[in-house]
């Protein structure tokens, strides 16, 4: 059960919050199924809630905001919404790549008290500090949302409950399962096998992994994968826990996989077929489009972001499993600010955008992994194809990652924290540091970090 802030506490923690925030710089990424129509509105003879006070009647003209956060496809899907399901409804989508300024704006405006959008997309590694400012959301199962509940991953949908299960800060969007993203023009000029299900027989394990990657690096002169962080990602997000324990107490000083991540990571570095890109940065995006490298370790919803960054190659990418199984990184939730003035609107809009046709159409259009389990055995899911992956059926590969992912709780700091790990890998890769004594500076930077927040 987690107890809401009180409200001096509240303000005070966000300030204190969005300083360690700037000072991290966090940046880990990010990146839609319930009922296939809308809910209906409320009636306007029940009474409004207290944040909506000022609802209209029949098919008054409405105006929603909606802060959504990365490539997701959701300006198409308001659009159509407006167009064709509630014409009376306008809706503004403002749009943030960088999540971290996306969530600070957002706690900005609560800590003001105005400026806050009707809608809001929330990223699972912040979800943890906005449970902890639930008072300030709507609570959707005042909603109906518990109608839809059953539609969804039950552990997704848990993630963003709290009061013991009696509240819902937001709907759940999209879940992201890992798997390994390849060039095959590249594995086929080193005499690597180019059909994914006889590549990932080459990298089922880290060691096999590392073992093609040196091949590779020695037959083409090219780097094996493109950056540190996503290999240290990939690794460590394969258990079910990560930085933070139940009670926000750092562990990732002790747990195994963090370890295991860094230290396969450093060995990758040193081997030398890591490429020096940064994640979101211009330079990266023309290596995914030169084929500077040949891997990409991601979730489902990176698909769009390779394909965005990658225009010509297309027809040269492909999709196969990870080595010892997926994680889970990122997925959102939607939801309603209490400042909103339109609750009901507001939420016949993202139960309509979190249905199962919206969530086939997220996919289809940005990777966004479905986060309802029955359209992973869909043939409706299954069959879906991409050019851009050489006519391969994507789907069926993130549905067999999301079948072996385990949830991990996040916390309050995963994203401030992460950097830091980001930050001294950075330093080894570049700087060339001394491996041990940037963990040794990690760990005391993230043991300040917490006595700070």
């Excluded at 966090?26 to 839609?32: E, K, L, R």
């Excluded at 409004?48 to 899907?77: Q, R, S």
């Excluded at 919803?301 to 999709?319: F, L, T």
């Excluded at 990690?442 to 300040?448: A, C, G, P």
Aim: glycine share 8%; aromatic share 12%; proline share 5%.
């Amino acid at each position: 059960m987690r107890i809401k802030w009180k409200r001096g506490s509240y303000l005070l923690s966000l300030i204190v919050l969005m300083t360690a925030l700037a000072a991290c710089g966090g940046n880990s990424g990010g990146s839609p199924g319930a009922s296939s129509s809308p809910s209906s509105p409320t009636s306007a003879s029940q009474k409004p809630t207290d944040n909506n006070t000022d609802k209209p009647v029949n098919n008054d003209p409405v105006k929603l905001t909606f802060w959504t956060l990365g490539t997701n496809g959701y300006e198409e899907l308001a659009k159509e919404y407006t167009e064709k399901v509630k014409t009376n409804v306008t809706i503004e989508v403002q749009n943030t790549s960088d999540q971290t300024v996306h969530h600070n704006n957002m706690l900005t405006a609560l800590q003001a008290g105005t400026g806050a959008p009707d809608i809001f997309m929330l990223e699972i590694a912040f979800l943890d500090r906005f449970i902890e400012a639930s008072d300030k959301f709507v609570n959707l199962y005042d909603m109906g949302a518990e109608s839809i509940k059953g539609n969804y991953l039950d552990w997704k949908w848990q993630q963003a409950e709290a009061d013991g299960g009696k509240y819902l800060l937001g709907l759940p969007t999209d879940v992201g399962p890992t798997v390994a993203y390849y060039r095959t023009d590249l594995l086929q000029q080193a005499g690597l096998p180019t059909e994914p299900d006889a590549f990932m027989k080459e990298i089922d394990t880290w060691e096999k992994f590392f073992t093609v990657a040196k091949q590779f690096k020695e037959k083409t002169g090219k780097e094996f994968i493109d950056m540190p962080d996503l290999l240290f990602n990939s690794i460590r997000d394969q258990g079910d826990v990560l930085y933070y324990d139940e009670n926000d107490k750092f562990i990732g000083d002790t747990n195994p996989l963090v370890k295991k991540a860094w230290d396969y990571t450093v060995r990758a570095i040193q081997e030398g077929w890591v490429g020096p890109n940064r994640l979101w940065t211009a330079e990266w995006g023309q290596a995914t489009n030169n084929g500077d490298f040949a891997v990409l370790l991601g979730p489902a919803w990176m698909s769009g972001v390779i394909k965005g960054n990658a225009p010509d190659a297309n027809d040269k990418w492909a999709i196969t499993q990870m080595p010892e199984g997926a994680g889970n990184w990122g997925g959102s939730f939607i939801s309603l600010p209490k400042e909103g003035k339109h609750a009901d609107e507001a939420y016949a809009f993202i139960s309509w955008l979190l249905a199962k046709e919206q969530q086939i159409k997220s996919f289809q259009s940005n990777g966004l992994m479905p986060s309802i389990p029955s359209l992973y055995d869909d043939p409706i899911f299954t069959s879906y194809t991409d050019e851009f992956y050489n006519d391969q059926e994507i789907a069926k590969e993130f549905g067999i990652a999301a079948k072996t992912v385990r949830p991990i709780r996040y916390g309050k700091l995963h994203d401030a924290t992460d950097a830091l790990f980001k930050e001294g890998l950075q330093n080894i890769l570049v700087k060339k540091a001394d491996p041990a004594k940037e963990w040794d500076d990690v760990m005391k930077k993230i043991n300040e970090l917490n006595k700070r927040s």
